[in-house]
């Protein structure tokens, strides 16, 4: 049956004029038959946003600052847009629970996008989500209100995209078909360079991701691994697993983007060129696929894939994934937020690369989470602020 204008998807775009923003936007500009652009929100990017309503011409645009959605009202205005300008977080939450929309991409990039999420997965939509935070903040409560929502939940991580493709449909089924799963990671721009001269490291280094294509904070987790470690933390929550069924190893390449080993030691694989448009086609698409605009694996071309142990030494904030896990509910919460005030202060220039680590370990260190940290909203993002402000207190001091 061919679709209509009338059953077309609704789309709500989180974090639009992001890296996975505009790859999404790039896969529904091929399928203008399925799918019609309904919000569009940004952070920062006037200008970026700007032009993408035009472009869409969406229902809802949203900024998070009154100037801001001030700015581009006005400008919308001039062009004899309709499109209507919301402002403030709770316009995010506002837009992610919509009843006009059918599927959402959380594209917000750290602990902010946690609200929206949560409203999105409250509301039963379609959640297609490449905010990692909101599992390695949110967890226990996270998956809740999917559950209790009815949402159908979606990963667009290429990592976690990859497990999700290896299993079956039916959620019931993981666990008797899952041993571990193994989760590549690249090793980021660092992988063959000596720990010792690290603290070196320029931000424009960092952010040189030697295969994929992304934000200048995603780029630094990647390089210190970080990303990889929030990852870890995501996947327990995703596949309902527990910290020693999820394992890490080295693929420079990037083409086997993760795997399933199986009970009966099978391992089941999903490969393909880096391109983030592969598994956001996926999540808009579920259960069928379309075309995503990613170039085919030529295998003939392929030289080699080569796979390899983490090195510890070089990528010491690895580690703590499992340490966090393990450790009392909330310490993934205290991890992130400590991440993200240690990595502003790198890209800014306050801190050394190498020192990433040690604010995040100081945080973990000093900031224990009360028993009942994890039980609502409101606690994790307490719990979020006291660990941002330990982490801005030890980064002023290795500054001084």
């Given amino acids: 049956m061919t679709t209509t204008a009338s059953t077309r998807q609704r789309i709500c775009i989180l974090g639009a004029t992001g890296s996975v923003g505009t790859s999404t936007l790039d896969v529904l500009a091929r399928h ?8 569009l929100t940004a952070h920062s990017r006037i200008d970026e946003l700007f032009a ?14 009154a100037e801001q959605a001030r700015t581009l009202r006005e400008g919308l205005k001039a062009q004899g847009l309709k499109t209507e300008v919301l402002e403030g977080p709770q316009a995010l939450c506002d837009l992610a629970a919509h009843p006009d929309v059918d599927a959402v991409m959380a594209a917000i990039v ?7 999420c949560l409203a999105a997965a409250r509301a039963g939509k379609r959640l297609l989500l490449a905010n990692k935070e909101a599992l390695v903040v949110g967890g226990a409560l996270f998956m809740e209100a999917v559950r209790t929502g009815g949402a159908t939940l979606l990963p667009i991580d290429s990592e976690h995209s990859a497990i999700f493709q290896c299993l079956p449909e039916d959620r019931g089924a993981w666990a008797a078909r899952i041993d571990h799963i193994l989760l590549t990671a690249s090793g980021g721009p660092f992988r063959t360079r000596d720990p010792a001269t690290l603290k070196d ?14 934000g200048r904070k995603i780029s630094v987790d990647s390089a210190t691994m970080m990303n990889k470690a929030l990852e870890v933390i995501e996947a327990r929550w995703l596949f309902d697993l527990v910290p020693e069924q999820i394992r890490v190893v080295i693929h420079p390449q990037s083409i086997i983007h993760s795997m399933v080993v199986c009970r009966d030691n099978s391992v089941l694989a999903q490969l393909g060129t880096p391109d983030m448009r592969v598994p956001i086609a996926y999540g808009l698409s ?3 696929r379309i075309e995503s605009g990613a170039s085919q694996l030529d295998f003939t071309a392929l030289a080699s894939l080569t796979f390899e142990p983490p090195n510890h030494a070089l990528y010491p904030g690895l580690a703590l994934a499992w340490q966090t896990l393990r450790a ?6 205290v991890l992130n937020a400590a991440n993200e005030i240690a990595v502003a202060a790198f890209l800014g220039g306050t801190i050394r690369f190498d020192q990433i680590h040690t604010v995040i370990e100081d945080a973990l260190e000093a900031v224990i989470p009360e028993t009942a940290s994890s039980a609502s909203i409101e606690a994790l993002l307490a719990l979020d602020s006291q660990a941002r402000q330990q982490a801005s207190r030890f980064v002023k001091g290795l500054a001084a």
């Fill in 201 to 214: 490291v320029t931000p424009d280094q960092a952010c040189a991701h030697p295969n994929w294509v992304m």
């Fill in 328 to 333: 009392r509910a909330g310490s993934t919460t």
């Fill in 110 to 116: 750290g602990a902010a996008g946690l609200p929206s």
């Fill in 32 to 39: 203008p038959d399925r799918f019609e652009v309904f919000a």
């Fill in 286 to 288: 579920f259960p069928q």
């Fill in 52 to 65: 993408q309503c035009l472009t869409w011409k969406p229902r809802y645009a949203a900024m998070p600052q």
